[in-house]
């Protein structure tokens, strides 16, 4: 009889260390996570942050969509496309919720881009910039995945003043390219090189090309 109840008790302890388990598995962890190794979820930046608008109104923009002055939407360097992000104003406290779905702003010491509509939002039209804070708080991927990182190190009026630096560069990096783009004040040369998959490579990249060619760089994600 006693070792009857033994049993009994060693049997119950092990269904309820199997049910503790299958009700672990079951919970849903967070989806972002596990359907996106590696997408910054919860990423914060601080920075300054400028707007574009008339001039660049129905160009095309990173993602193949037209750019829309009048929505919610807005471009960052490296955050991967189809990143939703709340945008809030360090001067006014001020907040908007934005798309990812272009590449800029392409001057040093800016990390976003907004769109007219989200300017609007935040009370920065008048100021043409501010200090805001941005957190990403989804996720909507697209078909290419998020892309490698690379340099951009330079852009040019001049085809063959983006050549000679390019030929600089690959003494540092194999590779390299050359990306033309047609912009509201005339044709411009993007000198772009390397290809990375995490940020810390691809800045300290950036700041070896820095020190060595004595030049201005950036990082940015790839899309095509």
């Not at 590696?38 to 160009?59: D, L």
């Not at 935040?122 to 043409?128: D, L």
């Not at 200090?131 to 990403?136: A, C, G, Q, S, Y």
């Not at 085809?159 to 990306?179: D, M």
Request: charged share 20%; glycine share 12%; hydrophobic share 40%.
């Amino acid at each position: 009889m006693m070792r009857d109840r033994a049993t009994i008790r060693k049997f119950a302890a092990v269904v309820i260390l199997l049910a503790g388990i299958a009700v672990q598995g079951c919970r849903a962890a967070p989806p972002h996570i596990n359907r996106f190794p590696g997408y910054p979820i919860g990423f914060v930046e601080r920075g300054e942050a400028s707007w574009y608008g008339p001039g660049f109104h129905g160009n095309k923009t990173a993602n193949g969509e037209r750019y829309d002055m009048h929505q919610l939407t807005a471009a960052h360097q490296t955050l991967p496309l189809g990143s939703v992000a709340v945008i809030r104003s360090l001067t006014s406290g001020r907040q908007v919720t934005v798309r990812i779905n272009d590449r800029g702003p392409f001057a040093r010491g800016r990390v976003l881009d907004l769109s007219l509509a989200g300017a609007k939002a935040i009370g920065m039209t008048g100021n043409g910039t501010d200090k805001i804070e941005l957190r990403v708080v989804d996720y909507v991927p697209r078909p290419g995945g998020m892309g490698v990182l690379r340099v951009q190190i330079g852009a040019f009026s001049d085809l063959e003043n983006a050549r000679a630096l390019l030929t600089q560069a690959r003494s540092e990096f194999a590779g390299g390219r050359i990306v033309q783009v047609d912009l509201p004040e005339g044709r411009r040369y993007r000198v772009q090189v390397g290809q990375f998959l995490t940020e810390s490579e691809a800045q300290t990249a950036s700041v070896r090309l820095e020190r060595t060619l004595n030049l201005q760089s950036f990082v940015i994600r790839d899309d095509g």
